[in-house]
């Protein structure tokens, strides 16, 4: 079992920059995380996903603005958020799975969630 909890969301200004973390109940080094959002209204969306090795995959509506990284001597996942646009405005949930996830994903891929961070942008 993993438990996660992220921080970090909040209100910026469009243009403007954040910073989440997720932090893991145990060790990570062996773990596949990712970030996913989920906006009023719309299904959960893929964002960015990091493999144990540090391979790294992102949505296209993020890429070049968006990095995903891992600390594993913390067991913490961060998404740096730059460029933030309206809409970016979502719940952003770190998820992660001891599967190998290559490329983009769904999020039945996973197997276990945090609480959810809401990132609200305006414009």
């Known amino acids: 079992q993993v438990q996660l909890v992220e921080s970090g969301g909040g209100l910026v200004q469009a243009g403007g920059s954040l910073r989440l973390s997720c932090a893991a109940s145990r060790g990570t080094s062996k773990i596949s995380m990712g970030w996913f959002r989920q906006a009023p209204g719309k299904d959960r969306q893929f964002v960015a996903v990091?493999?144990?090795?540090?391979?790294?995959t992102y949505a296209d509506s993020v890429k070049g603005r968006f990095t995903v990284s891992r600390d594993n001597a913390k067991n913490t996942l961060y998404l740096e958020m730059n460029n933030l646009k309206p809409e970016d405005t979502a719940v952003y949930s770190c998820a992660a799975t001891y599967s190998l996830i290559l490329g983009e994903a769904t999020p039945s891929r996973f197997t276990y969630w945090g609480q959810g961070t809401q990132v609200t942008v305006s414009a």
């Open positions: 990091i493999t144990p090795g540090g391979r790294t």
